[in-house]
DNA sequence: CTGTTAGCGCGTTCAT
DNA sequence: ATGAACGCGCTAACAG
């Protein structure tokens, strides 16, 4: 592997001009750079990263922990971190969490260890993880939920104003038991998303009866078995709404399987949007988030934290959207069945 | 930060001592050992990981660069590798190709710079990329594409026999101009599922016209031109054969933009399966691979490059699996409509 | 079994 | 504007 050294020697130079060439720091003899740049290339140097990262203390990487990869409410994002990272010069590692505090923890610990220059991260839960990284000088940007009790800059979407809209939009279409599936207590978005179906309900002069509210793990198979459990109570719901993307796809599955016709005899809203969720039947109606500007929004606020580690932290909360498809909406004013957008004739 | 002198000092050894503890190279007195550990407990003592790569000379992270983040036949494989790399001490660091040659470049450029253990990739076209890793010798393995010309140790499926296989499928189920949208010439999974169509229709003693083959782009938007070019041709198919998922989903969408029923009006089947295949009416048939295993092999292969950088390179081929659902089932010998494995009444 | 020494490849002083 | 010297933190070679 050729060095700093190589270029140096066959340049007739020293390694100092090499890397000040190199690295633009200082003014270097306009001919000396040029001769510099030509052996550069004949040689194909290429700087050692390692080295240049322990000479610098610290490294042009970020390490992005997401909660889990097949959720492509995530890849969106980081579509959003990537293009923001490659302006400021990063190069962004992916790294999945799966959902698993063990796998999350080794991702956390390699990051320090590699001295990244930043993570961005989607905590599962413990507060712990984000400490360790802020108390070893890491910077870090949270994003999808907040860390609890952690002063650390935080990207979110509106969830409380975004589930109320949505369980609104569903007492508006005449629905009347109308239940709700949402995540883990631990995780700050399951608590808002339910908190904004709570209001909503309030707001209507509705109660939220407690019998109606399930707790899953933001999973597919989480979201069938809380379906299930709905369907199987004395008086089971005749509408839900449920707080993330993947629970409900399980959702539907389980109204599928049980021949609940949606949305005929059960409306359903979810969190987040699916993929082909156009393909899907019926269609789905959801609170879609604009993840590609919640990566960008943390992968900014990323950058201006390693400019200025003593800067006071922010939160970003940016807006999320009520897409109306087929699943929620019984029938028109009319008496027809519905086809909002999205519905079988959907534009492309 | 604390380094390795700092807990030397305070367990009055060596650093060399601290050293051969933290690595178990050598053995150390128990005594000495312990109190080692309990220093390192202590301090919270963290090695640098950057100094530890430029005094080995390697480090313990592998690159891989996947061409599409958001196509899910990539997530279930990189579960695969994470399993086997954690087991092998590596961490694994994501790196999303996104099927863009700069983007591609500048990770592979990324991971050779920053001196990665090993790289699996799955090459988006260009061999110069591929060889520039080997040259540089860092243990490089080829998944789901061949590259070309070039010696390396690469995972497939058996692409030609599944697209055969499929295309047989839609033969026996009574289809009779069968279309096929495969992805760009370069990259060599396109051009075995092609082969394995054509061979398919040669064996059946059909002639394979070039009118009915479409080269796309391997992505949702590819698929759907591709399939409305097809339909507008003077003698439209009746059945398609697509090379991968998220082009079978656009196909399938422009089929019903147009109104044209599957599958009795026009057959289809897809090459990997896609998430939810079960949700979308009619569920899809698909030719489905192992993605975990494809994973795993790939994995293991790297582990065996890094051990032994010497030895000879191979290929492993995995078998995939024709999954029959309703997309290209007409009908049933007595002339009822098909529900097979994955129907309206799926088993879950 | 342990400590001393050296050097991985760079960037950054400090002289000149 | 340039070069010499040093050290980032660690591990491997060598002595003892």
Redesign the interface.
């Known amino acids: ?1 050729t060095t700093i050294y190589d270029v140096a020697r066959v340049a007739e130079v020293s390694a100092s001009t090499v890397s000040r060439v190199l690295n633009g720091h200082s003014s270097v003899d306009p001919d000396l750079a040029a001769r510099v740049r030509q052996v550069v290339l004949d040689l194909d140097y ?6 240049r ?2 000479r610098r203390q610290r ?1 042009s ?1 970020w390490a992005v922990i997401i909660s889990d ?2 959720n ?1 409410f995530f ?2 994002l ?2 959003g971190i ?1 293009d923001v990272a ?1 302006e400021a010069g990063f ?6 969490g ?1 959902e698993d505090p063990e796998k999350e923890t ?2 956390v ?2 990051a ?4 990244m220059a930043g993570v961005i991260i989607s905590p599962s839960g413990r507060p712990a993880l984000i400490n360790r990284l802020t108390e ?1 000088g890491m910077p870090v940007v949270a994003i999808d939920r907040q860390p609890h009790g952690v002063a650390v800059d935080t990207v979110l979407v509106d969830n409380v104003h975004g589930a109320e809209t949505a369980t609104a939009h569903l007492i508006d279409s005449g629905y009347r038991r109308i239940a709700c599936v949402t995540g883990p207590r631990r995780i700050s978005t399951a608590v808002q998303r339910l908190r904004g179906y709570q209001q909503a309900l309030r707001a209507a002069g509705r109660s939220a009866p407690e019998d109606l509210v399930r707790y899953a793990d933001f999973r597919e198979d989480g979201g ?1 078995r809380a379906m299930a459990s709905l369907l199987n109570a004395a008086e089971p719901p005749d509408a839900v709404f449920v707080t993330n993307n993947l629970m409900t ?1 399980g959702a ?2 389980c109204l ?2 049980r021949g609940i016709a949606v949305p005929t005899r059960c409306g359903v809203v979810g969190f987040d949007d ?3 969720a ?4 019926p269609s789905l109606s959801t609170v879609a988030q604009p993840t590609y500007d919640l990566g960008r929004a943390a992968a900014s606020l990323l950058t201006e934290r390693i400019a200025n580690p003593a800067k006071a932290s922010s939160t970003v909360t940016l807006r999320t959207t009520l897409r109306i498809r087929e699943s929620s909406v019984r029938s028109l004013p009319d008496g027809q069945p519905a086809a909002g957008a999205g519905g ?1 004739a ?1 534009a ?1």
Chains 1, 2 share one sequence.
Do not use: F, K
Not at 46 to 51: C, E, F, K
Not at 91 to 96: D, E, G, K, P
Not at 278 to 281: A, G, M, S
């Open positions: 592997m290429r700087p050692n990263a390692v080295a990262s322990l490294t990487l990869i097949g492509p890849t969106s980081v579509r990537e490659q190069s962004v590692v992916l790294c999945n799966d080794r991702y610990t390699a320090l260890a590699e001295r070893a069938y796809v539907v599955e599928v399987d699916i993929p082909w156009h393909l899907v039947r079988p959907r492309r």
